[in-house]
Nanobody, 125 residues
């Protein structure tokens, strides 16, 4: 089992950057694939990025490709999401999620068993 806690959200102007972190408890963090999702008011939760257990595979939603970078440090039990060139449409509550071993359908929220409480990102125009 793993517990996840997000941090790093905030208010930023369009074109700015934020770095979100997902801190995990437990000694088996390296056994979990991690995904980032976001949910804006009135919208469904959507996939943002995914990283495999060792970090060798990463995937991104088309809407963030080239602007966001996901990375992990298993020694520190953290996954980071570097977000550059932020746009107002990136405004949402961002969640990290964990799946033991791997997520075949990494873009599907239903693949993940463990979720953090979320961190709010607001991008002003």
């Amino acid at each position: 089992q793993v517990q996840l806690v997000e941090s790093g959200g905030g208010l930023v102007q369009a074109g700015g950057s934020l770095r979100l972190s997902c801190a995990a408890s437990g000694r088996t963090f390296s056994m979990y694939a991690i995904g980032w999702f976001r949910q804006a008011p009135g919208k469904e939760r959507e996939f943002v990025a995914y990283i495999s257990r060792a970090g060798g595979s990463t995937y991104y939603a088309d809407s963030v490709k080239g602007r966001f970078t996901i990375s992990r440090d298993n020694a520190k039990n953290t996954v980071n999401l570097q977000m550059n060139n932020l746009k107002p449409e990136d405004t949402a509550n961002y969640y990290c999620a964990g799946r033991y071993l791997m997520a075949t359908n990494y873009y599907a929220a239903t693949e993940y068993n463990y979720w953090g409480q979320g961190t709010q990102v607001t991008v002003s125009s």
